[in-house]
C-alpha cells in the first residue's frame, strides 16, 4: 500500500510512529484488533507521540479493549489485588483504554468501539458518544469508510530452518479483510495506508487463514524485549441457574451438527452439560427425565437428542473459546469438515475422508468436479486433497511415477487397476473441526494452542469472519458443512413479543455491542434445520430486589420480534418459531419466573394479545429458585462451580462466595444491619482465621477494618459450609 516503510529501521516504536504521522500529515485513523490481538506496545506508542503533539489527529477503532479489571471497594482490592497480580502478571496495560475509563482523553484523540467489555462504560458520555452500533461483518468496510489508514496489529511468528514464518494468530477476523480493502482504496486514490505488524510470540501460532507472508505489512516490528502475555480471562463460576440454562440448550444440539457458542459462564454450563450428556448418558438422562424436558418441549424431538455423540460436533464461531478445547478433549468436538464443497458433499453422503479410495474418485466424477481424461489441473487438485499422493507426476496425458506411467483415464481398466495400486493417497488433507474469528481464554487455553501437535492444530482455522458469520459468498459450501446447526448467543432481556435486547438498555445507553450475534441470528433461518438460541436468566437483581427479564415490552432491541426463534432460561425452551403472538406470550410465561408471571399476563390480557380466559399451566407454576437448587442438588458431582479449572484458590473462591452474599446483604439492609449489631465469638474469628488474614482482617486496625471483618464474619461460615 506505502513502499515508504519498506526495509526501513527504526531504533524504537516512538521513532516509527512519528514518522508515520508526518507521512499521514498529522492525521492518522487507526483500526486495532478486537480482543487479545492488539499491538499494546506498538498502539502505546502512538497514542503517546498523538498525545504530546496537539496539532496531531489519532483516532482509534476499537473492540473490547482489554486491561486488568479495575477494583472499586476495598474489600474487592484485598481479594482481587493478589488474584489479579497472578493473573495479569507483566500484562502491558492498552493506554488509551485507560484513559477511556478515566475520562482522561487528550482533545485531539478520539476512541471508537464497536464492542465494549460488557457494563464498563454504562456512566461514560464520551464513550457511549462514540459507540459505533455495526455487525462484525461489515466492520472492515465501516473502518475504511472513517478513513482508516493504519492497521496495529499483534503478529507471531515461528522459524522453520533459516524461513520466518508469520501468523496473525488470534485475529485475522478483520485483518483479512481489511488488509484487502486497503489495497484497493489505495488503488483507487493513491492515499497511502499503512499495515504494521508487532511480533509478540507469546501470541500463539495459528496456521491456515491466520498465516501470511512478510510483505502482507508495510513495516514488522521485531523485537523480543517486548515479548510479553497476552490478556488471559479467568473462568467464572456457572451458578445453578447457569447450569439449568445449559442442561436445556445441550438437549437442542444435534449429533452430526454444528455448534456456536460464545464465552463465559453460559457457554462453559452448555459445554459442561454436553459432556454430561456424552460421557454420564445415563445420568443426563435422569436429568432429562426429573425436567420432564422431552414432554414439555417436544422441539427436543425433532431439533435434538439425548444420545452421546457418535459422529461428533464441527465448530463454526466468531470466537474460539477454551470450551472448544473441552469439547475437543471430551470426544465431542470431532466432526472434520473441508473448505471444498464437492469433497465436503462426498463426505456427507459417506464416503470415509480417512481411506481413501477409488469410490473418491469416482464421486468426484459424478459431481462434475474431474472427467475421466484427467488434465493437468485434475491431477493438482486431487493431489492437493490427498486422493493421489503428492509423488504423482502428469506429462502428455499419462500418470507418472518413479519411471512407471499409465493413461490418466479413469475409464481404463489398466489405469484404474495401477491408480488404485500406486498412485492413491491415504487420507484426505485439509480437515477442520473449528472455524472462528478470534479468540480469547486462559493460560491454560493458550498453552494448549502453544503446545498441540502441528497436526492437530492444523484442524483449527482462524479465519475471517466473512467466513465464520454469513453463508453470503460461501453458500453451497456452507449448506454442506453447516449441518445441524446451533447458534448459541446470550440476551438481557426478551419481550412477550418475541424480541430480545443484548447490547444495550432502553436509554441508549450502550452495554456491549451487536458483535456477530444478529449475523449468527441470521444464519440460524437461513440454514437449513438450523436454531438460533438465546440464553437468558429470567431474573436480574436491582438492589435487594428481583426483576424479570422477560418483559411485556422494552425500549430497545438488538434482535427484533420477527427473527424469533429459541429462548431458553433456567425454567426451560420457549420455541417462538413460526408461532402467533398469542402463542409466542405463552410459550415465554412457561420460561418466566413465577414471581412474575401473573403481572405479566394481566398486562398481555389488557393489551388484547392475550384470550380473557387464558390460564397458565400448572407445570409452569412452580418456577422458583428454591426448587432449582433442591433440583441440582442431587447432581451437583456433574454440576460443579468450577468444571473446567479455577483461577482462584480454594480460599479465594470461599471468600468470593462471601462477599457476593454481603453484597446481596447490604442490598436488603436487616441482615447487614443484623451483622453489625452482633457479637463474634473468640471461636467464630479462629474458625475463619485463616480467610481473614487473606482479607488482612484478623488483626483489624481500626473501627472501618473492624466494621469490615464483623460483615465478612457473618457471611463466611455458611459458604465454608457450602463448600465443605
Not at 472501618?704 to 471483618?709: A, D, E, F, N, T
Request: net charge neutral; glycine share 8%; with cysteine.
Amino acid at each position: 500500500m506505502c513502499s515508504a516503510l519498506k526495509n526501513r529501521e527504526f531504533s524504537n516504536l516512538t521513532e516509527l510512529a512519528e514518522d508515520i504521522f508526518k507521512q499521514l500529515d498529522g492525521k492518522i485513523v487507526m483500526g486495532v484488533p478486537i480482543g487479545v490481538g492488539k499491538a499494546t506496545h506498538m498502539i502505546n506508542a502512538f497514542y503517546r507521540v498523538a498525545k504530546a503533539n496537539p496539532q496531531y489527529s489519532l483516532e482509534i477503532n476499537s473492540a473490547l479493549s482489554l486491561n486488568r479489571p479495575k477494583l472499586k471497594t476495598d474489600l474487592e482490592r484485598r481479594l482481587l489485588e493478589p488474584f489479579f497480580d497472578r493473573q495479569f502478571k507483566d500484562l502491558p496495560e492498552l493506554e488509551f483504554a485507560n484513559d477511556v475509563l478515566e475520562k482522561k482523553l487528550p482533545a485531539n484523540v478520539n476512541v471508537v468501539e464497536f464492542y465494549f467489555k460488557p457494563g464498563e462504560v454504562l456512566k461514560n458520555p464520551e464513550a457511549q458518544q462514540y459507540a459505533l452500533s455495526s455487525n462484525y461483518t461489515h466492520v472492515p468496510r465501516d473502518l475504511l469508510s472513517r478513513g482508516c489508514n493504519v492497521i496495529c496489529q499483534m503478529i507471531t511468528k515461528k522459524d522453520n530452518g533459516g524461513h520466518t514464518r508469520y501468523s496473525l494468530g488470534s485475529n485475522p477476523d478483520v485483518t483479512l479483510d481489511v488488509h484487502r480493502l486497503m489495497h484497493e482504496y489505495t488503488a483507487a486514490d493513491g492515499k497511502p495506508r499503512f499495515m504494521l505488524g508487532q511480533v509478540n510470540t507469546q501470541m500463539p501460532f495459528m496456521p491456515n487463514d491466520a498465516e501470511v507472508t512478510a510483505d502482507f505489512f508495510e513495516y514488522i516490528h521485531d523485537d523480543p524485549a517486548l515479548y510479553s502475555p497476552i490478556f488471559a480471562a479467568p473462568y467464572a463460576p456457572i451458578s445453578p441457574v447457569d447450569h439449568m440454562i445449559g442442561l436445556y440448550t445441550s438437549l437442542l444440539i444435534k449429533d452430526e451438527g454444528s455448534l456456536q457458542i460464545g464465552i463465559g459462564s453460559l457457554g462453559d454450563a452448555v459445554v459442561n452439560s454436553l459432556l454430561v450428556r456424552h460421557s454420564h448418558n445415563d445420568v443426563y438422562r435422569q436429568l432429562a427425565d426429573k425436567t420432564d424436558a422431552l414432554k414439555r418441549f417436544p422441539c427436543i424431538e425433532k431439533d435434538g437428542g439425548l444420545e452421546p455423540f457418535e459422529k461428533g460436533l464441527y465448530g463454526n464461531t466468531e470466537m474460539l473459546v477454551p470450551g472448544y478445547m473441552a469439547l475437543k478433549k471430551g470426544g465431542v468436538l470431532k466432526r472434520k469438515v473441508y473448505d471444498d464443497e464437492h469433497i465436503q458433499q462426498l463426505v456427507n453422503d459417506g464416503l470415509d475422508p480417512n481411506q481413501v479410495s477409488m469410490q473418491w474418485l469416482d464421486g468426484l466424477q459424478n459431481l462434475d468436479k474431474i472427467t475421466p481424461h484427467l488434465t493437468e489441473h485434475h491431477v493438482d487438485y486431487l493431489k492437493k486433497w490427498g486422493i493421489l499422493n503428492k509423488a504423482i507426476g502428469y506429462l502428455n496425458e499419462q500418470l507418472t511415477l518413479e519411471g512407471e506411467s499409465v493413461e490418466a483415464n479413469l475409464n481404463n481398466t489398466s489405469s484404474r487397476a495401477w491408480i488404485e495400486k500406486h498412485a492413491l493417497g491415504t487420507k484426505i488433507n485439509g480437515a477442520t473441526l473449528v472455524h472462528a474469528g478470534f479468540f480469547v481464554g486462559g493460560h491454560g487455553f493458550y498453552d494448549d494452542l502453544r503446545n498441540m501437535p502441528e497436526e492437530e492444530l492444523s484442524e483449527f482455522n482462524m479465519t475471517s469472519v466473512m467466513f465464520t458469520n454469513q453463508i453470503k459468498g460461501n453458500e453451497a459450501l456452507k449448506l454442506k458443512q453447516m449441518k445441524n446447526s446451533r447458534f448459541i448467543n446470550t440476551c438481557m432481556k426478551t419481550t412477550l413479543a418475541g424480541a430480545s435486547a443484548s447490547d444495550g438498555l432502553a436509554d441508549g445507553k450502550v452495554v456491549s455491542g451487536v458483535g456477530g450475534q444478529f449475523n449468527f441470528v441470521t444464519m440460524g433461518h437461513d440454514l437449513p434445520e438450523s436454531r438460533s438460541i438465546l440464553m437468558m436468566r429470567s431474573t436480574r437483581r436491582r438492589g435487594a430486589d428481583a426483576v424479570s427479564n422477560i418483559v411485556f415490552n422494552y425500549g430497545h432491541v438488538t434482535v427484533p420480534r420477527h427473527m424469533r426463534d429459541i429462548v431458553i432460561t433456567e425454567y426451560g425452551i420457549a420455541d417462538l418459531r413460526a408461532k402467533t403472538d398469542q402463542e409466542i406470550i405463552d410459550e415465554l410465561l412457561k420460561v418466566t419466573d413465577s414471581r412474575f408471571q401473573d403481572e405479566l399476563i394481566q398486562k398481555a390480557k389488557k393489551a388484547g394479545k392475550l384470550r380473557a380466559d387464558y390460564k397458565l399451566p400448572e407445570s409452569a407454576k412452580h418456577n422458583t429458585p428454591e426448587a432449582l437448587s433442591a433440583f441440582l442438588a442431587e447432581f451437583k458431582e456433574y454440576y460443579q462451580p468450577f468444571p473446567f479449572g479455577c483461577d482462584l484458590t480454594e480460599q479465594e473462591v470461599v471468600i468470593g462466595g462471601a462477599l457476593k452474599q454481603l453484597k446481596t446483604n447490604v442490598d436488603k439492609k436487616w441482615p447487614l444491619v443484623k451483622a453489625l449489631l452482633s457479637k463474634v465469638t473468640p471461636e467464630r474469628r479462629m474458625e475463619t482465621k485463616e480467610h481473614l488474614e487473606r482479607l488482612g482482617l484478623y488483626k483489624a486496625k481500626g473501627i472501618k477494618q473492624k466494621l469490615l471483618r464483623k460483615l465478612v464474619i457473618s457471611v463466611l461460615p455458611s459458604q465454608l459450609e457450602t463448600r465443605g
